[in-house]
């Protein structure tokens, strides 16, 4: 058994918007070297904190995301430091850079310069909303970034503010992660059969565009439909969304005739419900057009339940329905628990923390992490020139 | 120009977005992506048609192709319309499994089981096979959710993020719009297909990869929450628009009628921007002087802040903001998309003809090789519409065998091939789309 990226030398350039690129490549054998400025990534200054833990060993983010990595740290104002990212560049397979247009090429460390001396480097450049078009010297975030792509504002109830998906989680950073992480295998894939290097530009606005079909253009043009803000249920047909239960929130989601099926004859049966089983309601746009109607019915169901009673005799019932889970609820999920889910990690300060387990299984032994490292900790990994 | 993937053949059994979406990428970069389907076990997104077309007698076969999806998610496919459930329509399949290189799904692992299609069973059809499948949750028998069912938008209230959607204190919005999981394990397959074939040039050897989508999720979006509960207890819920780390983050209203404006201040650097535009008494106000006094007073500042741009157009604002350093955008709307110039210019939407379609809309994807990049030629295909090419062609068959085994219902072509159609926007599209990468066309 091997990893599929040993050997495969990744220097690492980005913060949020890459982390989880690299710390993937890791897990599969890679060479991570990320380069810190001296007073630490920006991952080093997100909360939550490690307790007790000294700074700037204690972000939980930097504690996750750079797990499997090597630190270098590199002042970009030092001519010495310069010199020395640029020989560890020269020698890179891969680099993660998430600057923006033209940064790292004022220092001299950027593609421009790096593609010179290294024409097989694969260069993943992520930017707010790439690097050409009239917005390429705009600066972004997770939530312009949704505002953006069209989603931020049809998600929420109406009257509030729309709001952002996922929030806290910073999702799009991440999503952008991943697409970078593509980028290099597709980059590695091309060198191997061309026998070059080439830039990857990638940007945190068309990530999330991408996510965001249901209210793009294609769709658009087709229905005309003004998309808006509908809550947490959708308009396509009920029962669709979060509804409450009598200790939380619970997920339903009927679409398909035989989930259908199902859901009316539960309803039918518990709440003595004779209405529900009408074949008129086995239509979903009917159930679309008499949504109140529907949704009144299922509930009576729903709140008569706990969370866990009606997700797992919903599913008995062979209906797609899954609890509103927090972190809280996920830990005591009796799935991941059985599965082996949840692993631990050694932190940069000491101790160690529960983590979530590999993002992917493999038959080959893929994936393996050890913990994030102190800043600089790997200074002397960059070559001396 | 040679594609990445040229010679690359993809077997995909895919519903609606998880599988499809990362089988549309292999497809862009010239893999031969079959994907496997059936008018008797349809893809969601062949039952959900335009209403324009669903309503119009003469029309209405062309339904099944005619959700933007079909092609938003399967442009560059052929479609393979086999009846697995029969006998004969899987001993298909598995000739045609002989050929590939890579075998995707997001079918359940119990389904893909008792289609005989599940890691074991293909590997004997293809030893070397690169089998990556996203069952919700996982594909391991004697778990206890093995058998249920986890389709995408409820995968978002599962893996934590629908709590962690909507305003402090209310109940949770959810994500009501998209299945963000859907399309993040989609992006873990294309990953791991993509490297499962890098590590065949290698080892000789083909991967099981299961990602359960449960599982990617959380381990993708929820490691330093999870981290914080087990060490302090601390559950992280929804706190509306508004960041951890600084102060303003937050989606405020502009003039007219639900306008508004995202702004993210990310550091001093961006405030000492806002400030060259904002109100001059926001520069004196100590509660407002450093990042830390900002996020102890975010309820003053959001309140000072909307107040402020209510009275700019949202578009104005955005640029005005963007010109001074600071990052924002409008909270666009699916008709503000029309007149973004980033968007509309950059290629993003691509229009190709399809057996259905004169032409027919979609987007590309956001990873842009800049050497060597993808490229697309048609749109979505019809059900069935490269059956007997690819059963003769790529698995070799007779002329005569493929029609038996349509006659014996294993099998299916595309219904009514001599019906064409033109979207709503075809005779204008070219006024949306100045540039003259829409489709070679001479516009």
Redo the contacts between chains.
Sequence with gaps: M?R??EGVKVVDLSGLAGS?ATR?LAA?GAEVLKIEPPTGSPLR????F??GAREPEH???W???AMGTHSAVVDLDDEGDRARLAAALATADVVIDDHGPDVLDGFGVGYRATGEINPGVIWVSIS???L????R?????N???????????????DD??????????Q?GM??TA??A???A??????R???G?G??????L???C????????????????V??VR?????T?SRP???Y?CSDG?????V??PR?WESMAEWVHEVCDNESIIDPVFADMAVRGQTMELVDGWVEELTTSMTLLEFFQEG?RR???????????T??ID???E??D?WDKVELPDGGD????????????G?WSLGRAPRLGEHTTDLPVV | MVRLLDGVKVFELGIAIASPNAGRLLAHHGAEVYKIESPTSPDIVRMIGSAWLRDNEELAPATPDSSPYVSEMNADKRSVALDLKRPEGRDAARRLLAECDVFLANFGARALTELGLDYASVKEVRPDIVYVQLPGFGSEPDTPYYPFVAWGPNQAPLVGIDDLTGHAGREPAGIATVAPPDYLSSLHAAFCVLTGLEERERSGEGVHVDIAQFETTVSLLLGPFVMDHALTGNVQSRIGNRSLWYAPEGVYPCRGEERWIAISVVDDDAWAALLTLAPAEWADDERFASNEARLANVEALDDAVAAWTVGFSSTDLAARLQEAGVAAHIVATNEDLLQDKQVMESGWYQARPSARFTRDLFSTFPIRMTETPGRWERGGPSTGEHTVEVLTGTVGMSETEVADLVEGGAAFTMDRPDLRVDRPYEDWLHILFPQDAVDGRDL
């Design positions: 091997s599929p990226f989880y993937m599969l200054r997100m909360s939550p490690i307790d972000s939980l983010w504690a996750y995301l707010a909303f790439g050409e078009g009239p917005k010297s705009w600066t972004s975030s939530l312009v970034a949704w505002a953006a792509s069209g989603v931020l504002y049809t998600t929420g109830f509030q503010p729309p709001v952002v998906p996922a929030g806290p989680a999702m991440h999503a991943l697409n992480a593509i980028g295998v597709l980059g590695l894939r091309g191997r059969l061309t070059r080439q830039l990857v530009d990638l940007s606005a068309e990530t565009l991408a996510f965001s079909p249901e209210t793009g253009v294609p769709v658009f043009l087709d229905d005309r003004h998309r509908a809550g947490n249920r959708r396509l669709f969304g979060i409450p929130f619970v997920s339903i989601l679409l398909m989930h599913q062979g209906i797609p329905i899954t609890p509103v889970n927090t972190v809280e996920l830990l009796p799935h991941l059985a599965v889910y923390a529960t983590i979530p387990g590999p993002s992917f299984r493999t038959n080959q893929w």
